[in-house]
């Protein structure tokens, strides 16, 4: 499955991108997808999980959502979390200024289980209590829906102020209120994606902890809770358990907050590339020892490919990235040590240790433990950055 590659906004008709065409809907089409997005309250210095949710169960199956951040209130995009329970998903957002571009596939369409995305935002330390500002996203993100390709709108009623009076329209866009306040909030899971033994400790992070906060872990037995200081609440698995997409809960007697796990892995090391230096790899959890990814396209000098790769692993992994002419015959292999809770988004030359990939070669990946891995396709050119599964992905 090829990814949307397109712009912040587009106009009726097609665009293409790496030789292939996606159909636009005109800015009148009344189609599109009903998303809502929940308010989300948190002190300041703390983290608001923005959750978009889909009115319906809907088979979506890629996009690329859009949305800005008010400066003013947030230090900036922590992390991207997206969830795919029975398939694999792959996704890239690029974070340019308060402007981010999210671009994504998966071998299974989302169905309403999770949230179609979160994202977690930090609140400046220095913003008042009290204070408000708005999230939502950009009217021209889009969504592919059953095949179709489907901007965002919501339908409800937004008042606006003209130059004749008061005037009513169509909402396009869900969305929320964010407050500054409250006393608690969860800014982080350690480890918070992958499937762990009983026993394994997991650590909450955040603000506001005390010993009459509670922590819930839905579908997941816990036992051995205990606050560790206002920053950290612990627990021990009681079972095997999988923490990806795990929604954790914690209650005070006067505030209360939610927050779906994920791993936001630490940077192993920067790309020398602007763009992919500002790309922070979205993973779904699932995880592989060997891993393909070919064959390479012809690319020009601001175009580029590129590997993500993530350990959720409680120990470090041995990972040798090999490159394959288009006749099998093995060009060139590279190693390096991945601690766990780390991450790489590097191009495929900085992998390989300068060697540039030729036309038509492949790279496989060995890992000595299951890691996340998948592949990105960079353009320096149209500012884009579209993800690419494995050959062995599976729905």
């Not at 809907?58 to 008010?70: M, V």
């Not at 892995?265 to 959890?285: E, K």
Request: contains cysteine; neutral net charge.
């Amino acid at each position: 499955m090829c990814l949307l590659a397109l712009g912040a906004s587009a106009a009726a008709g097609t665009r293409a991108t790496t030789g292939l065409s996606f159909p636009i809907p005109d800015e009148t089409a009344t189609t599109g997808l009903s998303l809502r997005i929940l308010d989300e309250t948190a002190p300041a210095g703390g983290m608001v999980q923005m959750k978009v949710r889909s009115y319906e169960v809907t088979p979506i199956s890629g996009g690329r959502p859009l949305f800005s951040f008010n400066t003013e209130l947030f230090d900036g995009v922590a992390g991207v979390g997206m969830f795919a329970s029975t398939g694999e998903l792959a996704g890239a957002a690029v974070v340019d200024g308060n402007h981010v571009a999210i671009a994504y596939v998966t071998t299974a369409p989302f169905t309403g289980d999770y949230p179609l995305l979160t994202v977690a935002l930090r609140i400046r330390r220095d913003v008042a209590a009290g204070s408000r500002t708005l999230f939502t996203l950009d009217p021209s993100s889009l969504w592919n829906l059953n095949g179709t390709v489907l901007r965002t709108t919501v339908s409800g009623t937004m008042v606006g102020t003209a130059a004749s009076g008061t005037v009513a329209g169509i909402r396009r866009v869900s969305q929320a209120t964010v407050t500054v306040g409250g006393s608690v909030a969860i800014s982080n899971v350690i480890p918070g994606e992958g499937s762990f033994p009983a026993g394994t400790v997991v650590s909450v992070r955040g603000l506001g902890f005390n010993s009459r906060s509670r922590l819930s872990v839905s579908d997941t037995a816990i036992t051995a809770v205990r606050v560790v200081s206002s920053t950290e609440i612990q627990f021990t698995l009681a079972k095997a358990a999988n923490m990806t997409g795990a929604m954790l809960r914690v209650v005070n007697p006067n505030a209360s907050t939610t927050y779906y796990s994920y791993m936001r892995g630490i940077p192993a090391a920067t790309s020398g590339r602007t763009l992919l230096s500002r790309t922070q790899p979205i993973f779904s959890g699932t995880t592989r020892s060997s891993a393909t990814f070919g064959p390479i396209p012809a690319l020009n000098g601001i175009q580029y490919a590129a590997l993500a790769l993530q350990n959720p692993n409680l120990a470090s992994a041995n990972v040798t990235i090999g490159l394959y002419a288009a006749d099998g015959t093995l060009l060139h292999a590279s190693s390096r040590s991945l601690q766990n809770g780390y991450r790489l988004a590097l191009e495929l030359s900085e992998l390989l240790d300068g060697v540039a990939p030729p036309p038509g070669a492949s790279v496989r990946v060995t890992s000595s433990l299951p890691i996340e891995v998948f592949g990105l396709l960079c353009d320096e050119g149209t500012w884009t950055v579209t993800p690419r599964l494995p050959a062995e992905a599976t729905p």
